[in-house]
């Protein structure tokens, strides 16, 4: 038998071996304890009961995603010990259940307040976040768990009020409330009162958050008697509105401070200073100021400070430079859009431990980005839209090899060699839109296979689109709208894709079918490209957003579109080969904003459930295609149309009177429709209405004044009820309201819808003669047309009120009476057609001092005497004023004389009859007007004053009148002989 050698110093291998055979010991005598005693389970019996009746009042979401773990509630078995079940917790002595986590268990159902849970009064912790507890209130009896140290309740759907038994929870360490109801609405709300409570009673409280709970009845004042040992505060997007307290500073603990996204005004308090322990302040997209002396403080006394996020607060009195004691531990700051102007302080470019920087939208904001000595962990950077310069070259690349998110959309990049960017790998968001890049987009960009997001829109990029594009294995938002691209689209290889924008280029052939078949795809703008061919049915149901408008597609709509339940915006306008009926499948699409399916060929009715499908609908724009049968009679109340255009078809019946309960509606365009009824006096309810269009149908019958209130339509900017059969006076009740036209608005943004600034309003008028459609609407035209009736009487002087009116159009009625000499206040109008009526007397001489007046039609009346001079009525030819045989002067080739026998063979006017005759004052008549035309002004403005001021009799009147005569034919002798 072979010896066996000991050594008699232990060595590392023995004194190893030794130490493992012990543990192993102690495990097994451990284990074979438990074993042999035989010990009923921990957990108490009526505990597991209660656990279990939890279990069962709810169901379990049967869709794992995106949870990748099983629930924790199946482990839970009747007849095994609670106390061992997946997040349950329990007191080691007396087996009764102290933590309860089922965070993200798939949880679905109400939460009743007799429920089984609030049997277990021993609970210390409890995390019931991230379940669906749909229509579920938090229970007053929450209350009662008096030993709970820690509840989150968070991102569970629970809804109504908070109740004010949650402060007695005194001993309260840790309360999320967060996110309920988030991201559709705040379904969670505060009441001032619970508030108050439980800031005042819950002293023990290191750990708050509450964002996008409902606190817009509360106020921040209750804040400041928040627990003095508070460390974490986080309120963002509650609708806190008013001043932050400003004695916050005692909350000496404080390490994290979140208020964003609220309503809080007035400067960021001074004694912020005070929060020495605070390690990230975030005060975005409020409506805070700071203050030059505040913002230096803070930066300068909160040295632990390494987060500042002050998206959107007011900075333009900040210099700068007030930046420049950032701590060298810094490591996120984000400053976008405030308004800074100044060179930025280039030291913090190079504070070694940045990750993140953002200063986009400062477009005041200088200086020059350096190229080197730049933090090696920077991560995210953002210049986009401000007069930093940056150098894209070798040097500032080999320093930026760790950036995942570069925004430099509308930045001063010098010497650009995008080639370059393919060196950074780790790239996730590249955004270079609105530059003067040009060329073809870089092949480089195909080594950046982490790449995300992708925006090259608004730059002078031509060529076909690269196909690696379409091969990045990461991408999932490509925005390349408004290039010069050009050539077909490649197929997809990829299925990531949510996110696809290439409108606006010159693509052409037909849409792949592979962009059909991806599965995240939400949004897609194809619009304004030479597009052609049929649109394919779509595989899934992922759409939000479908723009395919302005290309040549033809066919007829895919029923896949209807069956995508969460599109919001449908667009498939100008296409003009669409053809077929429109599905009333359509009025499933719930979530649906935008509807817009205008110049196309389709026929067919219109469904009459548009009217009241969904309230969430803004725009319904089915216009210039070929529908027929009656408009939707029935308007839901609470609706949010903004935008109805179903002008262009051939639309019959009457306008249905619940159209006033879109009580939001600003454009509403029925014309060039066959529709027979009377003046829609009711539409006056609608008090946002900017633009009411009723042209060239059947309608009859007079148009009286407002019935309701003196102020309806007065935002109208266009009323066009041209083409129809309306008779009597015209509305001078409504003209008298107008009160968008008698204001000028100088702002030159286009009209569009609140959900959206890209949809814009298009409509089809005529302007200056010509029937046009105007694709975008600019908020400052003024139109009234009123032509193509049987209006009769006189032309109101109140429509000289209107000076903001840059069409007026009242030709081809049977008006009489004068010109009025208030349209010469209008002196915005750019267009004038008062033709074809029986208008009489002499054209206002005021109408000569309309500089802007480009198009002039005063043909087909009886007017007569001098046609007025003035820059503009010097550019208009003689088909503006034919038909008036009794005109005379430029353009028309009829000279006017001063007291010829042309001038005396005219009958005698009534000049001095209509409101001309204010002109210079009552009884200053035309004769005295007629002897200063081409006589001597000042000499027949004399004469006139004499027989203006003096009142005198008939033989001294022919006296002044012979004299005249007179002495203007011994002038004109004199004149003649000199020559």
Same mark, same amino acid.
């Given at each position: ?64 995603f995106p949870f990748k773990q099983p629930p924790k509630t199946e482990s839970w078995k009747e007849g095994t010990d609670c106390c061992l079940w997946d997040g349950v917790t329990c007191d080691l002595q007396t087996g009764l259940v102290t933590g309860l986590d089922l965070s993200s268990s798939m949880l679905q159902g109400t939460l009743h307040s007799n429920n089984s849970l609030f049997s277990l009064h021993h ?77 005042? $009673?819950? %002293? =023990? +409280?290191?750990? /708050? @958050? !509450?964002?996008? *709970? &409902?606190? #817009? ?83 300068? $006394?909160? %040295? =632990? +400070?390494?987060? /500042? @996020? !002050?998206?959107? *607060? &007011?900075? #333009? ?90 925004? /430099? ?44 997001s992708l925006e090259l829109s608004n730059n002078n990029f031509s060529g076909q689109i690269p196909s690696f594009l379409f091969a990045l294995p990461s991408l999932e938002h490509l925005d390349l709208h408004s290039n010069n691209l050009r050539g077909n689209i490649f197929e997809f290889q990829h299925t990531i894709l949510s996110y696809l924008d290439l409108s606006n280029n010159i693509l052409s052939g037909n ?249 814009v309003y298009s409509i089809q008028i005529t302007w200056k003669g010509v029937e046009i459609e105007f694709a975008k609407i600019q908020s400052n035209i003024r139109v009234l047309d009123l032509s193509d009736n049987s209006f009769t009487g006189e032309i109101p002087k109140v429509i000289g009120k209107l000076k903001a009116l840059q069409q007026l159009n009242l030709s081809h009625n049977s008006l009489t009476g ?162």
């Amino acid at each position: 038998m072979p010896s066996v050698y000991f050594s008699s110093k232990p060595t590392a291998i023995s004194m190893g071996f030794s130490l493992s055979l012990s543990f192993f010991l102690i495990l097994f005598h451990f284990h074979s304890t438990l074993s042999s005693s035989a010990s009923p389970p921990l957990c108490a019996h009526h505990q597991s009961l209660s656990l279990l009746q939890f279990k069962q009042s709810f169901s379990i979401q049967t869709t794992p995603f995106p949870f990748k773990q099983p629930p924790k509630t199946e482990s839970w078995k009747e007849g095994t010990d609670c106390c061992l079940w997946d997040g349950v917790t329990c007191d080691l002595q007396t087996g009764l259940v102290t933590g309860l986590d089922l965070s993200s268990s798939m949880l679905q159902g109400t939460l009743h307040s007799n429920n089984s849970l609030f049997s277990l009064h021993h609970l210390r912790k409890l995390d019931l976040s991230n379940n669906n507890f749909t229509t579920s209130h938090i229970s007053c009896r929450f209350g009662q768990f008096s030993s709970l140290t820690h509840l989150n309740l968070s991102l569970s759907s629970f809804e109504g009020q908070v109740p004010s038994e949650i402060s007695h929870l005194s001993k309260l360490v840790s309360l999320d409330l967060s996110l309920n109801g988030f991201p559709i609405i705040q379904k969670l709300q505060f009441e001032p009162l619970s508030f108050d409570k439980i800031v005042r $009673n819950l %002293t =023990k +409280l290191r750990e /708050l @958050d !509450l964002s996008w *709970v &409902d606190m #817009s009845l509360a106020v921040p004042g209750p804040l400041m008697n928040l627990s003095s040992s508070l460390s974490w505060l986080k309120l963002r997007f509650c609708g806190l509105q008013g001043k932050i307290p400003s004695s916050m500073g005692k909350l000496k603990h404080l390490r994290y401070l979140n208020l964003a996204f609220n309503f809080l005004t007035g400067s960021i308090p001074y004694d912020f200073e005070q929060l020495t322990e605070l390690e990230s302040l975030d005060l975005s997209w409020s409506l805070l100021s700071a203050e030059p002396v505040s913002l230096y403080k803070i930066v300068q $006394n909160l %040295t =632990k +400070l390494r987060k /500042l @996020d !002050l998206d959107c *607060v &007011d900075m #333009s009195l900040v210099a700068p430079n007030s930046l420049t004691n950032l701590s060298s531990s810094f490591s996120f700051l984000s400053l976008y859009n405030c308004g800074l102007q100044g060179k930025f302080p280039g030291n913090i470019f190079l504070l070694p431990n940045l990750e993140t920087l953002s200063l986009s939208d400062n477009e005041g904001l200088t200086g020059s980005f350096p190229s080197c000595n730049l933090s090696n962990v920077l991560s995210e950077l953002g210049l986009s839209n401000t007069r930093i310069s940056l150098y894209l070259e070798n040097d500032l690349i080999s320093n930026l090899k760790s950036l995942r998110n570069l925004l /430099l959309s509308n930045s001063i990049i010098i010497r650009p060699d995008l080639d370059l960017l393919g060196n950074l790998t780790h790239l996730i968001k590249l955004d270079l839109s609105n530059n003067n890049f040009n060329g073809q987009i870089p092949s480089s960009l195909g080594n950046l296979v982490q790449l995300s997001s992708l925006e090259l829109s608004n730059n002078n990029f031509s060529g076909q689109i690269p196909s690696f594009l379409f091969a990045l294995p990461s991408l999932e938002h490509l925005d390349l709208h408004s290039n010069n691209l050009r050539g077909n689209i490649f197929e997809f290889q990829h299925t990531i894709l949510s996110y696809l924008d290439l409108s606006n280029n010159i693509l052409s052939g037909n849409i792949p079918s592979s962009l059909f078949t991806l599965p995240s795809l939400e949004h897609l703008e194809l619009h304004s490209n030479n597009l052609r061919g049929n649109i394919s049915e779509f595989q899934h149901d992922s759409l939000t957003y479908l723009d395919l408008s302005n290309n040549n597609l033809h066919g007829t709509i895919p029923s896949s579109i209807f069956k995508q339940e969460h599109l919001e915006f449908l667009i498939l306008a100008s296409n003009s080969k669409l053809t077929g009926e429109i599905s009333s499948s359509i009025c499933k699409l719930r979530s649906l904003q935008v509807l817009d399916l205008s110049n196309n060929s389709l026929s067919g009715s219109t469904p009459l459930c548009l009217g009241n499908f969904s309230n969430s609908l803004s725009v319904l724009h089915l216009g210039m295609n070929s529908l027929q049968g009656n408009m939707p009679s029935t308007f839901s109340k609470d609706n949010s149309l903004q935008y109805l255009n179903l002008g262009g078809n051939e639309v019959e019946g009457n306008i249905p009177p619940s159209i006033i309960n879109c009580t939001m509606l600003e454009v509403l365009d029925l014309g060039s429709n066959k529709i027979e009824d009377t003046f829609p006096s009711f539409l006056e309810a609608l008090s946002e209405l900017k633009i009411l269009i009723l042209k060239s149908n059947k309608l009859q019958g007079f148009v009286n004044g407002p019935t309701a209130n003196d102020s309806a339509f007065s935002k109208l900017r266009i009323f066009d009820i041209s083409d129809n059969k309306f008779s009597g006076p015209l509305p001078t009740g409504y003209i008298n309201s107008l009160e968008a036209m008698m204001a000028s608005d100088h702002k030159m943004n286009y009209m569009s819808t609140a959900v959206s600034t890209n949809y814009v309003y298009s409509i089809q008028i005529t302007w200056k003669g010509v029937e046009i459609e105007f694709a975008k609407i600019q908020s400052n035209i003024r139109v009234l047309d009123l032509s193509d009736n049987s209006f009769t009487g006189e032309i109101p002087k109140v429509i000289g009120k209107l000076k903001a009116l840059q069409q007026l159009n009242l030709s081809h009625n049977s008006l009489t009476g004068h010109i009025q000499s208030s349209l010469g206040n209008l002196t915005n109008l750019e267009s004038l057609d008062l033709s074809s009526n029986s208008l009489t007397g002499r054209i206002p001489t005021q109408l000569g001092g309309l500089t802007f007046l480009g198009t002039l039609n005063l043909s087909h009346n009886q007017l007569e005497g001098p046609i007025p001079s003035g820059v503009q009525f010097s550019t208009f030819n003689a088909t503006s004023f034919e038909g008036n045989l009794r005109l005379c002067g430029f353009p028309v080739l009829k000279e006017c004389y001063c007291g010829g026998d042309q001038e005396q063979s005219l009958p005698p006017s009534r000049y001095n009859e209509g409101d001309d005759s204010t002109l210079f004052g009552d009884g200053f008549g035309w004769k005295a007007v007629a002897m200063g035309y081409g006589c001597g002004f000042l000499l027949g403005v004399a004469m006139g004053y004499i027989v203006f001021k003096t009142e005198k009799p008939t033989w001294f009147h022919r006296m002044v009148e012979d004299t005249w005569n007179l002495n203007n034919r011994k002038t004109r002798k004199k004149v003649g002989s000199k020559n």
